[in-house]
């Protein structure tokens, strides 16, 4: 056989550096070059509209935290109460001794909320996503992604082993063509009902449609939808009164419900599958009580407290027709803004000028995002006020983008 010419003998490495060390060093220095290193900036506050880092208090537009419970004291207080009454750790996980009457009460508090035969737990929207698709679907199915999924549900798709066919974003069209064309033994479609990194909702009416018409099953994440939208805060399928129509719904516990973990809901057969062969859930040590009676509470705040999701609304509405009114497209769909300014360089660039005027609005670059859509992520919270917000179009104003 030839030798293989790619990788020529390996040169000496310099003299104490480490051959991981080298790997990184290299792959370092070009995320540098390219404008796409990242670093860590710590908090030394609670979440809220104002955060402190390092000697600066700022007016936070980077957190999910979307009604303003990650601090909220009756969410805290239930916290407490069971970080007393349980302990810290789980032990083990739910399938051994992990589990709880807690985990248990949440879900069934889920499953109410969430109008839905039966609800199941997990750690995080990222195992939530990764665990429930590779539970559902393997090698002799097929799944049908949006281009513009969470990075969590390409990687169930890519972790299912089975068939991934990509639909260019919210392209019904395409999808059907898709579903028409590829035949398997089972066909699951899945999409974000609020995109991410966009804040657009998925034409979830017509994938409903073209998902019946031709047998396949649909999974959405409501990540960025649970406590924005539909009248009691259940998400998108609320809104549209689609609940019952979509076989899985996925929401997180760690955006407006303030806490960690993530939920699906779905029929009982399903919620038994998924927690027989979900290995982030088979594999991995149950949540702490102390989260579940959290996000207890919290379901409880979203559910009742109309007033909270109205005054996220009016926030939404107010910064929605400031950025209309210096030219930007700005529909008011969702707690999220991008304001895309092309190239990583530019959008760091933009992010450090609001950081000199007190606010903090983190740049998103790829692989986050697609090359060339550098932006900045304004995310509005029940939590700001009116002035927080005005701070904002201010701050946009001044970059003249
Ligand atoms: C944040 C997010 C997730 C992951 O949820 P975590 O609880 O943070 O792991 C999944 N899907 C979407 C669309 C998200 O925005």
Redesign the pocket.
Known sequence: MAPDTRYPHPSPLPEGEGVCTAWARAELDSLVSRGLKRVLEPLDSPQGPLVRVGDETLVNFSS?DYLGLAASPSVRAAAAAALEGYGVGSGASRLVVGDSTVHQRLEARIASFERSEAALL?N??????VGTLQALVGPEDAVFSDSL?????IDGCRLSRARVVVYPHSDVEALERALASTPARRRLVVT?T???MDGDHAPLREIVRVCRAHGAALLV????ATGVLGARGAGLCEELGLCDAVDVR?G????SLGG???YICASRPVVELVLNRARPLVYSTALPAALCAAAEAAVDIVEHDEALRARLWRNIRRFSAGLRSLGFVAEPRSAIFPVIVGEPERAVAAARALRARGLLVKAIRPPTVPEGTSRLRFCLSAAHTEGHVDLALEGLRSLNL
């Open positions: 999910n997990f995080s929207g990222y195992a939530a996503n999924n969470h990075a969590s549900l974000d609020v995109f991410s994440d409501e990540a960025h996925m997180t516990l760690s955006k960690l973990g993530a």
